[in-house]
């Protein structure tokens, strides 16, 4: 009788301990669910003022600053401000600007200092807290020119294999040979002009159908690879050391065939003729 009562007891305890840990997770749904509903709500009610990617934005400004900017800086040309690819067209440009990298985990907002383990928690950071900052006024998004600067190619979103579209290869064509006339006027200058003929050969001669279309033709800004760095200081420190390895290996075997002919003689000395 006292067995059943205490084995009813433990199945009690048991279910009612099941019960509370499931209302509990329940609970914990209920409030992870209302904050990411919350948020998904801040970030509509914000994404109706801004009809502009941040990610394709980044993407053209690198592009620009690879491709483009060296042989800018090269000639010495100042970019006209009218120049949709001028820094103060770029409406990300403040923000993007204003992120720390601290550590591969670690972003850190430059306006209130609030840190965040990747870059697209800060991105969505500032759609919320900062967007108040961003300048809307005019046409200043760089993603609208991704067309003209093969944003795609570099963000590996859209296979390059994909057929050709005549229609909108004419529109980007169109977009980029614009962009060489408002940005390095022909009759301004020397260096413009040159600049204007290196803008259509490095981005406006791709956007075509027939033949092969090679994607920045001048090539970009080299970056030192840290790793390679690692290796040629590495190789360096290596190096020495190989060699002094080899001397002393070489040194031993000069010695031991020195040894081997003394006892060779003596071995001939001591052979009856
Ligand atoms: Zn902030």
Redesign the pocket.
């Known amino acids: 009788m006292k067995k059943t009562n205490l084995f009813v007891s433990i199945l009690l305890f048991l279910s009612f301990s099941v019960l509370q840990v499931s209302s509990l997770t329940q609970t914990n749904q209920d409030f992870e669910k209302s904050e990411s509903s919350r948020t998904l709500e801040q970030g509509q009610e914000h994404a109706h003022e801004v009809h502009c990617s941040r990610e394709r934005s980044r993407a053209a400004w690198q592009i620009i600053e690879k491709y483009l900017m060296p042989f800018v800086e090269h000639e010495h040309y100042e970019i006209p401000s009218n120049c949709r690819l001028h820094p103060d067209n770029d409406l990300f440009r403040d923000q993007e600007e ?1 992120k720390i990298h601290l550590d591969i985990n670690e972003w850190q ?6 840190s965040f383990r990747a870059e697209m928690f ?1 991105d969505q ?2 759609d919320n ?2 967007y108040n900052l961003l300048n809307v006024s005019g046409s200043k998004c760089l993603a609208d020119l991704c067309g003209a600067l093969h944003c795609d190619a570099v963000m590996n979103t859209k296979l390059s294999k994909t057929k050709c579209n005549p229609a909108s290869v004419a529109r980007n064509h169109h977009l980029c040979e614009g962009l060489a006339n408002s940005c390095f006027p022909i009759n301004q200058s020397p260096s413009a002009r040159r600049l204007n003929e290196f803008f259509l050969h490095q981005f406006c001669h791709a956007h075509t159908c027939s033949g092969k279309r090679k994607l920045f033709p001048r090539g970009g800004k080299k970056h030192i690879s840290v790793f390679y760095l690692a290796i040629s200081i590495l190789t360096l420190m290596l190096l020495p050391i190989f060699y002094l390895i080899v001397y002393l290996h070489q040194r031993e075997m000069r010695k031991g065939t020195q040894e081997l002919r003394r006892i060779s003689k003596v071995g001939q000395k001591t052979k009856p003729s």
Request: hydrophobic residues 15%; positive net charge.
């Open positions: 204003h907002c430059g306006y209130c200092k609030k800060l950071h500032f807290r900062h």
